[in-house]
């Protein structure tokens, strides 16, 4: 198979698989929402906002490293052992932090003892959520998807069927049986991975050793985990200011958690759901990339980063429209909550912007861009959260919204001039940004239309 026919089939795959993947979760949401209503949706994203940091520490960067080191025919033995063991290790103390601290976390900064269990019982699974990134990422630098796909619906299966039977059968809390789930969910992957990649391994073989591996590891994995900590703090400490400002502005704490459970955990997955569609192909450009930039071959770089730019957009306006039309459909349909539906309307303009800054993300990840996107990513997550300490108090949050909007401009911008300067490309307005503007037009026009018709 030719390497061009390998590239769309794998992208078929795990846009099939990462839809079906979302479809899942999107439901399962609406099943959380059943048990726990808006306010318990809030502290939800809460407790999983700071256990993000735990995965952060374990992950950033290490899967990234496998999958650019196997792209360049350097995944040997001490290579993945280096990174796994770099990724355990740092797992281990983000899991000691968590487990040891869960307490003194859930009373100064979730402001809620209920938070306590459910930080402990995720913390556990933090070595597993490491294990499967690190290995994952060599699957994909041979551009062998079916092995990690495979992986993520055993994963997400595991998880939601566990999930559910605790809800239904047990006496636990339901935060406490959703993180259980979570947690169980990690380990039926390990149980997965582990004798896949080794089996793997038994057949195809690893690269040779080569000298300087755990630098070029540090090298790559050491900006991307520092920029990740360091957004992930700054984001934790976001989403935990958020509720505080609501409360100063006038919400008592039970309403300053629904607003934020309705924004964060009702509309934004709603937002990024197509996201699905794109982001698989956008994660097999690493790869791709990272081949061609050590070929020093600029033509195939700015060949890619330009369908990048011209098929995410034209996927992107169109589905803004369908959000535009179909906003109180979607928020009652998922999770009854006429709020949602309304916030959404808001934000959906910014889709299009959202979706071409994670495929752009991925193109300089690809490009060894590492340092600019840690610096880019910081100051972006430093000025959000100086603003929502000033401004939600004062604003509430329609401040949040403003703040929303004005950080996504300001990242995509920055992360995109960059990738125009590297691949020396020039933007092209009428096929970039005209067409699929038109085409996002017409399909809000039709699509209202058919609304009003039916």
């Known amino acids: 198979m030719n390497k061009k026919r390998r590239f769309l089939l794998n992208t078929a795959v795990l846009t099939l698989s990462g839809f079906l993947l979302r479809i899942l979760g999107l439901w399962f949401r609406t099943v959380i929402t ?33 999958t650019r080191l196997a792209a360049e025919g350097k995944a040997s033995a001490g290579c993945v052992r280096r990174c796994l063991g770099l990724a355990l290790l740092l797992s281990g103390i983000a899991l000691s932090v968590l487990f040891l601290g869960s307490d003194f ?24 959520i490491a294990c499967c990134a690190s290995l994952k990422g060599c699957f994909f630098a041979q551009r062998n998807t079916v092995i990690p796909v495979i992986g993520d619906f055993w994963e997400q299966g595991a998880t939601i069927g566990i999930s559910l039977f605790l809800l239904r059968h047990s006496s636990l809390p339901p935060l406490e049986s959703l993180m259980i789930g979570s947690t169980l969910g990690e380990v039926a992957a390990v149980l997965y991975i582990v004798p896949v990649f080794l089996a793997y391994v038994g057949r195809h073989g690893l690269a040779k050793e080569s000298s300087g591996i755990t630098r070029q590891i540090v090298h790559i994995a050491g900006p991307m985990l520092a920029g990740s900590l360091v957004r992930s703090s700054l984001s934790g400490a976001e989403n935990l200011l958020i509720p ?103 934000m959906a303009p910014l889709a299009p912007l959202m979706y071409i800054d994670n495929v752009v993300d991925n193109l300089l990840k690809g490009l060894d861009q590492q340092m600019f996107s840690l610096k880019v990513n910081t100051i972006d997550s430093v000025s959000r959260v100086i603003l929502i300490y000033f401004l939600i108090p004062r604003f509430g949050i329609q401040a949040y919204l403003v703040i929303l909007f004005a950080s996504e401009i300001f990242n995509a911008s920055l992360s995109i001039g960059r990738l125009l300067k590297f691949a020396k490309l020039k933007v092209d307005i009428l096929t970039w940004i005209i067409y699929p503007a038109v085409c996002g037009a017409l399909t809000f026009y039709v699509l209202a239309l058919f609304k009003k018709l039916f």
């Open 244 to 346: 505080v400002g609501l409360r100063k502005n006038g919400a008592d704490s039970v309403a300053s958690l629904a607003q934020y459970g309705v924004v964060q955990g009702m509309v934004m997955p709603i937002l990024t759901f197509p996201m699905s569609l794109i982001s698989s192909a956008a994660m097999l450009l690493i790869p791709e990339i990272a081949e061609a930039n050590a070929g020093n071959d600029r033509r195939s770089i700015s060949r890619q980063a330009e369908y990048a730019f011209r098929y995410t957009l034209l996927f992107g306006f169109p589905m803004a429209a369908v959000f535009i039309v179909f906003a109180e459909e979607l928020g009652t349909v998922f999770f009854g909550n006429a709020q949602a539906a309304v916030i959404l309307r808001i």
């Open 105 to 128: 976390i859930a009373e100064n900064f979730i402001h809620s003892q209920l938070a306590a269990r459910p930080l402990r019982i995720l913390a556990l699974g933090l070595p597993f």
């Open 34 to 66: 059943s048990y726990v209503d808006a306010d318990g949706m809030g502290l939800y994203q809460l407790i999983f906002s700071v256990f993000f940091l735990g995965v952060t520490a374990c992950t950033s960067g290490f899967g990234l490293a496998m």
